[in-house]
């Protein structure tokens, strides 16, 4: 579960020479990451697979929405397939994005006793600041590292 919560975190998440040029970097950074950006993400752990398929909104006031799905596939147990819907908050500091959860809801078709479990069981901690490391933000791409593992979102407005 710790894999999954990385993946879900780190979508609503993402050191340079002289105190300058990461505060010009910061503020360039704040105003290219609002918009809604797809984050792909699919992870193996002791034979089960993980596929999310996720888009994060970043608001220019400081709060996020992320929304999409994810499947989780293993020989010993039927696929399951779960919806997922969160809100957050985000700040930029240092060249790095620091997230918190603050809601995450989800609902499944095919295991819907499952989404319960998570969502009674707080699958995702929430009000807790985890920060990702910014390794490339563009107009279009945007790659950060959590946990030493880098993730690529791309910008869809």
Not at 8 to 30: G, H, P, W
Request: hydrophobic fraction near 35%.
């Amino acid at each position: 579960m710790n894999k999954l919560n990385v993946m879900l975190l780190a979508a609503l998440s993402v050191s340079c020479a002289t105190q300058n040029t990461k505060m010009d970097s910061d503020e360039q950074y704040r105003s290219l990451i609002v918009g809604t950006w797809s984050c792909p993400m699919s992870s193996v752990e002791d034979g089960v697979k993980m596929d999310m398929d996720m888009k994060v909104t970043y608001q220019s006031d400081g709060t996020s929405q992320a929304s999409g799905t994810f499947q989780v596939n293993s020989a010993m147990e039927s696929n399951a397939e779960f919806q997922f819907t969160g809100t957050g908050s985000w700040r930029i500091e240092q060249q790095s994005v620091f997230d918190v959860t603050t809601s995450m809801h989800f609902t499944s078709n095919t295991h819907p006793e499952m989404a319960e479990q998570l969502n009674s069981a707080n699958a995702i901690p929430l009000n807790e600041e985890e920060k990702s490391e910014i390794v490339e933000l563009n107009k279009r791409h945007f790659r950060f590292r959590s946990e030493d593992e880098a993730y690529d979102c791309v910008r869809l407005q």
